[in-house]
């Protein structure tokens, strides 16, 4: 595949973000380049995961969320305040196990994002 210019600013803006939905990526882009389009960032973005250069997240409702680099975490999604953070992939291996002895399944727990809430919101819940 050859690297595009367009490709080439999705992938930029996605390194300096770490993390984002094609629609910041799209914002980040267009910050010097206003005539790339959602539609562009989309395509490079699916692209650029079938290449095996950028991987997916669903955080909870609403768009995946991009990472150039690999996940080697579990991301915990507060559905109260919206927060995110992220958990050393080993906070899994008790299910990551049950899951593969009990039903031969194998998780990817780096894929992940588990929603509850998090530790402020349940001290402020009454």
Not at 17 to 31: A, D, F, I, L, N
Not at 38 to 66: F, K, N
Not at 78 to 88: K, S
């Amino acid at each position: 595949m050859r690297m595009t210019p367009q490709r080439q600013l999705v992938l930029d803006a996605l390194l300096e973000m770490e993390h984002g939905t094609p629609e910041q990526v799209c914002q980040r882009v267009q910050r010097s380049t206003p005539t790339v389009n959602i539609t562009t960032v989309y395509r490079t973005l699916e692209l650029l995961e079938s290449l095996g250069i950028v991987r997916h997240t669903h955080l909870g409702h609403g768009a995946p969320t991009y990472s150039v680099h690999e996940h080697q975490h579990v991301h915990l999604v507060c559905h109260t305040c919206g927060d995110v953070v992220e958990a050393p992939c080993e906070v899994m291996e008790g299910l990551r196990g049950t899951l593969r002895d009990r039903h031969g399944f194998a998780l990817d727990v780096s894929h992940l994002a588990l929603s509850g809430t998090c530790r402020n919101c349940t001290r402020e819940t009454p």
